[in-house]
């Protein structure tokens, strides 16, 4: 079963609304990421937050961490149409021969209507 | 730079046969991995590697090889195509998990 969990699966707002997306995940974790996807295209490395963060913030990306509730959220604000896009988040995990892997959730489709 | 490319873009194949999908990356990166990507599914984790010689399992290796002789390069063999690979397909790396991964554009393969 897949480690990250978003919700919703889909949010639609007006342009210059913010949009708030969460994950939740199940083990403990050393760092939680946020990654874009264009339709049709590559994913896209958006923010990394270390497991002793509790927020972090990137332009108009605001991510928040709580690993007592193994939950983080993304939001943005001040939206514009070209953020239409999914997103996902993605948080390590111990491998069989002990190394680390990187697992992802199912994403969220946000749409910014003009 | 090129960062991560992959190869082909797309393909179509028949139930049963094989090919390797091709993934190098010229950033020095120990880390690389493949997922696949199906409708509603998110990204789903087929192996991965944490250096020359190293690989694991993810979550859907069944059906699928990998070796990685060499830091640049993380092929992906599927060893005799089903219907149920039809798929897109991403190959990533990251120089460790304390940074993000770089991701190849995919490949979109169908079997029929």
């Known amino acids: 079963s897949q480690q990250g969990e978003e919700d919703p699966q889909a949010l639609s707002i007006q342009e210059g609304e913010n949009a708030t997306m969460n994950c939740s995940y199940k083990t403990s974790i050393n760092n939680l990421q946020w990654y874009r996807q264009n339709s049709g295209r590559g994913l896209v490395h958006l923010i990394l937050?270390?497991?002793?963060?509790r927020e972090k913030h990137s332009g108009r990306l605001r991510v928040t961490l709580d690993t007592s509730k193994k939950s983080s959220s993304l939001l943005i604000t001040a939206s514009r149409a070209a953020d239409t896009a999914s997103y996902f988040c993605?948080?390590?995990?111990?491998?069989?021969?002990?190394?680390?892997?990187?697992?992802f959730g199912q994403g969220t489709r946000l749409t910014i209507n003009p | 730079n090129a960062g991560v490319t992959q190869t082909p873009k797309f393909q179509v194949l028949k139930t049963g046969q094989s090919m390797t999908l091709q993934c190098a990356q010229d950033?020095?990166?120990?880390?690389m991995s493949w997922y696949r990507q199906d409708p509603g599914m998110g990204l789903r984790l087929i192996h991965y590697s944490v250096g020359a010689g190293i690989t694991d399992q993810g979550e859907v290796p069944n059906g699928y090889n990998v070796s990685r002789s060499t830091t640049e390069d993380f092929p992906l063999r599927l060893l005799s195509a089903a219907p149920s690979q039809t798929s897109v397909y991403f190959c990533?790396?990251?120089?460790?998990?304390?940074?993000?991964?770089?991701f190849g554009s995919g490949t979109r393969l169908t079997v029929v």
């Open positions: 990533a790396s990251s120089r460790t998990l304390n940074y993000g991964y770089t």
């Open positions: 950033m020095n990166h120990e880390y």
């Open positions: 993605a948080t390590d995990a111990q491998g069989l021969q002990g190394a680390q892997k990187l697992v």
């Open positions: 937050i270390r497991s002793n963060e």
